[in-house]
């Protein structure tokens, strides 16, 4: 299998405080991959450091064949082309869904492929079906946002990520902010992309999920990387007393 | 696999192409566009390009009039609101020019064989509107002076007259400047009466942009005299039953036509006209059918022309049948029924003279206004650091200076660096640039207002800063800045009045018209202000509509500030 992204010595300080310390880890093609650690201790900055929302300080990550790089804030020339080509490349799922609120659940999907990748409607649109429909939303296409559930939502935002063809998905928190009920129906269609071989990296407080699912688990805690494993080897056999404290509650 | 890879290259080739078009810097994780250009660009899009017809249609609109001045027209500058009996509006036929000096420069027009077309202009204003070649003569009364003869030329003077005070009927112990210490007068704004007023020391003087509302203030008391030259005293206050003259007659003043320095030709040409005229005793014949003939006229002729000619040719037979007409209708107090067949015979007038041009004053203005006032807010929000700073000060000063003043410095300060605007244009642009600071700031609200969520997910999705301004937040923000927008509308609307001032002819300047025809400023004024409101409606409306139809959120609850206290 082979590498699709990979985090080098990532650091990233807000003006406060060190955020990330020199964080390292790869992700292999069709990995879904989850992130879990304590609040405030950095899951979200990290997940954003890999499509450049926020901008890592020192290190590189690569994923696929766009490379981010910066040392000591230096950044090469052709940064900025290289972030765009980057995020086209992953796509984002927000715990807050971040839908348009003034366009439909398709126009929202065919938006970026219109404007990035230049696509005519009809063949984004044609796109977008597919995708929403994959998500269960095929009868509420030309919903708006307002006239959905909050699980439909999500998935309308998963939907739209991916109608850009992502390599990478990326999720941070995508049920946190779902009712009980509804947070099963956004999590299946992980499971689903999974099974198709998507890259998936989600920051996670759903454990059972985490175990589940992921091929793998990275544990940060207050900014440092402190273990990556197996879930199995994670819950059963942790070799860090701070992955062991952390998880006493779900052993 | 294959698709994908073909998608991609697709993709890197419309990078590179924006690649070159568009530079962006990093800083502290925040994009900052640093390309007038860009913002510019995200500005137009929107509109989707109808908005640019829109402006390609409206300006050649603007423009195409100015550009058909003919040769043989003689343009005559006056203020129509000035009153009797130099140029006012017929009382029954309101869009009918009538005074002396209509018949003074139709016979002008003949003689230099010209064909005189009026041109309106404040009367505060003929001199800088001659100047800046509104027109080719002003002439309305202006009185020649040392002070105006160094800006303009004056032809030999067409009128002698006096200045003359009047006071409230029954007033006693004011006869002269001299009796006026501590006490209030006033006249018309830049006149001789107001340059006498301030010279004699110790009076409270009060100016006015016109004669009749000066002796408006005088009947309500608000002024102890006013002083004025003789032909305006003998229409407006010897009629008039509550005024009455103070004292003799002083001051000797005459009237001659203001023309710009360099028409050199002109001057002599209007000099000779004016000699024939009267000569052949056609000049007198006007004055006596208006009633202002006199002794120092008298004087005056003989000294310019010699002998006088004491029946003229062409004198009426009834020679102040144009005075009696109209003391009749000053002192002819109207039934209600006369009252609303007259407002009805006006209100054409007012809609299609006033109502179109003051709908397409405020209609272009707001155009104006939304777009540069768009890009204002754009800069302002993600531009460079020195047009940040640009857009702000624009924005902090002319939300800091009147209108009036701005509109005065685009009609006359900006001819004198060799911009200049027709009346309409310099309409359009001094609202429009105005309003614009206005608009500038509830965008920049509304944008404001987009919660930062949708900003990030534009840009994971691959769009650039400009493309997720222009495709996800600025299309949000409008549907929000639309209820404050449409206010601003509702306001530029009702100033779109004080384009009056740079000579335009709209709503309000049609009532000033009619208003001194008939000397009614309460009844035509409410009509006027009927047909503000009832104009405005349909826009309110439609921005009600328009708000409805674009909310983002149908869920959304009302905004906690159009409650009520707290009560919907
Ligand atoms: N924009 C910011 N400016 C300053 N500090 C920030 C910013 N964003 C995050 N931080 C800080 O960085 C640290 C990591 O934040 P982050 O949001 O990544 O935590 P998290 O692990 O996602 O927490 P949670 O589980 O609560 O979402 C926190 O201490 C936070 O206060
Ligand atoms: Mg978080």
Known sequence: MATIISVTDLSKSFSDSLALNR???????????????????????????????????????????????????????????????????????????????????????????????????????????????????????????????????????????????????????????????????????????????????????????????ADRIIFLQQGELVESAPPEELFTAPRDDRTREFLKDFL | MEPRRLENQKANRTRQKAKGRHFLFFKEGKEKVSSALLIFEICLLPFDFSFFFVLLVSSWFIFSPSLTVAADDLRWGADSEGGAPFVFSKPDNPRELIGFEVDLVNALGRELNRRPTFVQNQWDGLIPGLQRGNYHIAMNGLEITPERQRVINFTIPYYATVEQLAVRAGTTGINSLADLKGKVAGALKFSLAHTLLEKAGGIEVRTYDSQVSCLDDLIFGRL??????????????????????????????????????????????????????????????????????????????????????????????????????????????????????????????????????????????????????????????????????????????????????????????????????????????????????????????????????????????????????RHVIVPQALRLVIPPVTNDFIALFKDSSIVSVITMVELTKVYGQLATAYYDYIGVGILTAAIYFLLGLPFVKLARYAEKRLATDQRTPVPAKRRWFGVK
């Open chain 2, 224 to 469: 102890d005299a006013a002083l004025m030259e003789l032909p305006v005293a003998v229409y407006y206050v010897k009629p008039n039953p509550k005024l009455q003259f103070a004292g003799e007659p002083f001051e000797p003043v005459l009237y001659g036509i203001g023309v710009r320095q360099q028409d050199q030709a002109l001057l002599a040409q209007l000099n000779d006209a004016l000699r024939t005229l009267m000569k052949s005793g056609e000049l007198r014949g006007i004055y006596e059918k208006w009633n202002i003939w006199n002794k120092d006229t008298e004087k005056l002729f003989v000294e310019l022309v010699g002998a006088p000619q004491s029946t003229p040719a062409t004198s009426p037979a009834n020679s102040t049948q144009a005075y009696e007409d109209f003391t009749k209708v000053i002192t002819n107090k109207p039934t209600w029924g006369e009252r609303l067949r007259r407002y009805w015979s006006y209100l054409p007038f007012l809609l299609f003279q006033g109502a179109p041009m003051t709908l397409l004053i405020s209609i272009l203005g707001m155009i104006v206004a939304m777009a540069v006032g768009l890009v204002l807010a754009l800069t302002n929000l993600y531009g460079p650091r020195p047009l940040v700073w640009l857009s702000r000060s624009y924005i902090e000063v002319i939300r800091g200076t009147p209108l009036l003043i701005q509109l005065y410095l685009i009609f006359y300060g900006l001819p004198s660096v060799g911009i200049k605007l027709t009346p309409l244009v310099a309409a359009v642009v001094g609202l429009g640039l105005n309003y614009a600071a206005y608009e500038a700031e509830n965008y920049r609200a509304g944008i404001q207002s987009i919660p930062r969520g949708q900003m990030e997910a534009a840009l994971s999705l691959g769009m650039t800063r400009a493309q997720s301004l």
């Open chain 1, 23 to 213: 964080i390292n880890f790869t992700v292999e093609k069709a990995e879904l991959i989850a992130i879990i650690g304590p609040s405030g201790c950095g899951k979200s900055t990290l997940l954003r450091c890999l499509n450049g929302l926020e901008l890592l300080d020192e290190g590189s990550v690569q994923i696929g064949d766009v490379n981010l790089e910066r040392h000591h804030g230096e950044q090469p020339p052709d940064f900025q082309q290289r972030l765009r080509a980057l995020r086209e490349e992953v796509g984002m799922v927000f715990q807050s869904f971040n839908l348009f609120p003034h366009l439909t659940a398709l126009e929202n999907a065919i938006k970026a492929p219109m404007v990035v990748r230049k696509m005519k409607r009809a063949e984004a649109e044609e796109k977008a079906r597919v995708y929403l429909e994959k998500v269960g939303l095929g009868n509420r296409m030309h919903h708006y946002p307002s006239q959905l559930s909050g699980g439909q939502q999500q998935r309308a935002a998963i939907a739209r990520a991916l109608t850009m063809s992502p390599k990478v998905m990326l999720y941070d928190e995508p049920t946190s902010a779902l009712d009980p009920g509804l947070v099963g129906e956004v999590l299946s269609i992980m499971r689903q992309l999974d099974d198709e071989g998507m890259t998936q990296v989600v920051v996670t407080h759903e454990m059972r999920f985490a175990r589940e699912v």
